[in-house]
DNA sequence: TCTGTTATATAACAAATGTTATTTTATCAG
DNA sequence: CTGATAAAATAACATTTGTTATATAACAGA
């Protein structure tokens, strides 16, 4: 009978997955994952056929990290506000993820963005409820609401400002009320 | 004597910003460079002592086209909207330039970005003619248009939204406006 | 035409990294 | 306790890339 695995895939894709979060993807290499688990390369690539077969799947646990943030304040969203708060929050905790996840050409479709992808159109009817707006103005306004969003994330996440909690949902609040407001005056006016 | 230089230093340069270009950062090396010029890799290494210092001279060709498309209607620029229109166009033609200048740690500091940098605090004036805020305030406001800005050009450099010049213009104007609209009216009610 | 200077080519070296061949070792059924 | 099995360690190989040593060649002044 063979020795008990002392390295498991799971072992290693946590591994990866710390060494992203704290030194980004691109310093990441078959001998630091080793050198992380305190083992030779063996484990790794006994584990998995190529490097690649690993990142792809640190790339889902880092995607399950994301939609668990997105998710928190239950299975059914309540709040579209901190749907957008949680996407901010995300990238400011995991800057390194967030980068992967949301500023590279090959990680992201259009139409997942708008839809902040796996809540679907849920997104829409939670937001009709603070506008009061029709879905398919709801969902106009989405966009706009989802580009500030991703605006601050995007900063948030390269650290170019630093902005507390406090001020990033006083920020976001009040914009998206200002928008929201303008929206709705120019609607009235278009009449 | 010497022979005469055949691959200047300008000459490298520009090779290797056209490599970038096309391929973006991370795919340029010594020897493409070299190859793109039809040369070996000793007129680079003879020119410049690292890559790294080829790179910084790029860096700040990249910079000074990015300026061109700031200043662009005259060196004192004339219209607030056209410097949002410019930073998204600028992220359209030259996405991967735009990644290197606004989606790197490395790159920028919140001071520079909320001041568009080397336009000074011109675009608060500009922008006050707008809005008819005070200058304070316009400082306050421009940081929400530009938060905005940047999330599409963030977007376009990554691909993720492929607007049209007409889209774009339509939604940033659009947004702008509604932002004012409800700043303005939220002063108003504060009062 | 010859010669010194130096730009360029060629080739090589070193480090980093993915991957694999070979050896060692831990486990447990017998 | 022992041997078959497979996990892990060690070491090596291949490729990529920055960089450098050496050889070649082009130019201008003598």
């Known amino acids: 009978m063979p020795p008990i695995r002392k390295y498991t895939k799971e072992d290693i894709v946590e591994a990866t997955y710390q060494l992203i979060k704290e ?18 390369v063996q ?10 077969e690993l990142l792809s799947e640190v790339h889902r646990k880092i995607y ?3 939609q668990e943030y997105m998710m928190r ?7 579209y506000k901190q749907m957008g708060l949680s996407y901010i929050e995300f990238a400011a905790d995991y800057p390194e993820f967030f980068k992967i996840l949301f500023m590279k050409e090959t990680s992201l479709d259009a139409e ?4 902040a992808d796996a809540i679907g159109d849920h997104v829409i009817k939670v937001g009709q409820k603070l506008s009061g707006l029709s879905y398919e103005e709801q969902k106009k306004f989405h966009v706009k609401v989802w580009i500030f969003t991703h605006g601050i994330a995007c900063l948030v996440a390269t650290k170019t400002i630093q902005f507390s909690k406090t001020e990033i949902e ?16 120019n609607q009235e006016e278009d009449k």
Chains 1, 2 share one sequence.
Request: one cysteine or more.
């Open 23 to 40: 030194e980004g993807i691109s310093s990441v290499n078959a001998r630091k994952v080793a050198g992380k688990l305190g083992c030779s």
């Open 43 to 52: 484990p790794i690539f006994h584990n998995f056929t190529t490097m690649e």
């Open 64 to 66: 399950a990290k994301y």
């Open 73 to 79: 304040g239950g299975n059914d969203p309540k709040s």
């Open 112 to 115: 997942k963005f708008v839809m």
């Open 170 to 185: 006083e920020l976001l609040t009040n914009t998206v009320l200002e928008m929201l407001m303008g929206y709705i005056k």
